[in-house]
């Protein structure tokens, strides 16, 4: 591990590029938290899931639309992908995408176009752009690559209604404190929305065993371990048991609040009992991350370095290092740090539940969920 815990490392953080800021220690633990949702991003994108991703869209409670919560990111089923060439010319709006692609592909009926930038005059790319929001789906464009004269991208329809969200937790500590006081409200939150927004209800015994509990047609009860209805529902073609169930992952970091993933606090027992799943960014994988960002730096990962450094500078004009705005350099040069160092960055997570999962069986759940006839399983 390159440095003893992440909490030595911000403090290295603050001395080294946050020293301009008033509360530097302060300010690297929120950059900290950036870098947490960054690295769940390009996992998400490393394992093939880009076109599915949304980024902080509100999702309705179960059965209670009226409440929506945002969620980091969202996976939803593409209904339809078209790939699009167009001549290089910035900005690239929504406005250009829509004339570009033939839009009756796209169930397009009361559809509102958003005035939206894929890509900035400054190469600013917006990750997961919206360009159109319908009542039943989403118009997403993803950027390919640009060359000096054409930019290639896809378009898609995304179906409102998610598969699979993945929310990031992480909270720090200020200096001087045992314990952050806004920990446990965080934590429950997070684990509000987590037993909200799905179909799978989970119900917990007098014995402390967990049940999973679902309604079929005519409000039917149907209840089962909740493990075995976990993994009927990932098998199953049954629209009754998808078309409400959403698979909730949570992605929790350590700052003294967590503990580890073989040490659990109340605080993190509180997220593993409310999540599908809960896995546990390492120290040292969110250590090996910065340093090879930043301390050390990879060759490779220098546009990324460059971004990150000129975001949180003391003239900085605009961040371009977030989940949502990423420099188009530093995008790209993250993209293939992840592809080429996916079996490694695997490694930095720990699976807190279940207990006997692992982190390639995310991977196998969310792409069997993507895969699912959803057209059929929704009436489409």
């Known amino acids: 591990m390159a440095y003893e815990s992440v909490d030595k490392l911000q403090n290295i953080l603050a001395e080294t590029v946050f020293d301009h800021t008033r509360d530097a220690k302060k300010a690297a633990g929120r950059a900290l938290g950036t870098l947490v949702e960054i690295i769940t991003f390009y996992l998400l994108k490393s394992w093939g899931f880009e076109h599915s991703v949304a980024i ?5 409670e179960y059965g209670n639309p009226e409440i929506k919560h945002n969620v980091e990111y969202s996976l939803h089923p593409v209904l339809q992908k078209v790939a699009v060439s167009m001549p290089l010319r910035l900005p690239i709006t929504a406005a250009r995408i829509l004339t570009a692609v033939d839009t009756n592909l796209f169930t397009t009926a009361g559809v509102n176009k958003t005035a939206t ?5 400054d190469q600013t790319l917006r990750n997961s752009c919206v360009i159109a929001n319908g009542p039943h789906s989403h118009i997403v464009a993803t950027l390919f690559r640009i060359s000096p004269d054409q930019a290639t991208l896809f378009v898609v329809e995304q179906y409102a209604k998610p598969y699979a969200m993945f929310e990031c937790k992480r909270v720090g500590v200020e200096e001087g404190m045992k314990k952050g006081p806004q920990t446990i409200e965080k934590a429950k939150q997070g684990a509000y929305v987590a037993k909200a927004v799905s179909s799978l209800h989970k119900l917990r015994l007098s014995s402390g065993e ?14 089962r371990p909740y493990q075995e209805l976990i993994a009927e529902v990932i098998t199953s073609n049954d629209p009754e048991l998808l078309r409400d169930f959403i ?18 606090n109340k605080e993190l027992k509180v997220l593993a009992q409310s999540y599908d799943w809960l896995i546990f960014l390492t120290d040292e994988g969110l250590s090996d991350f910065i340093s090879e960002l930043l301390l050390r730096p990879q060759s490779a990962l220098e546009p990324a370095k460059g971004a990150f450094l000129a975001s949180y500078a003391a003239e900085k004009k605009k961040n371009r290092f977030t989940k949502v705005q990423m420099d188009y350099g ?20 720990n699976v807190i539940t279940p207990q006997t999962g692992k982190i390639g069986d995310i991977h196998e759940h969310i792409s069997r969920l993507r895969d699912k ?8």
Request: net charge negative; hydrophobic share 45%; no cysteine.
């Open 56 to 60: 902080e869209r509100p999702l309705a």
């Open 247 to 264: 698979l909730t992952v949570g992605v929790v970091s350590n700052h003294g609040n967590w503990f580890t993933s073989d040490n659990h």
């Open 117 to 121: 930038t894929l890509l900035r005059s």
């Open 330 to 349: 530093a995008d790209q040069a993250l993209q293939n740090y992840f592809h080429n160092n996916l079996a490694q960055i695997e490694k930095w997570f």
């Open 210 to 223: 967990l049940q999973g509990l679902m309604f079929r047609a005519d409000q039917e009860v149907y209840i």
């Open 373 to 380: 006839k959803w057209r059929e399983v929704h009436l489409l």
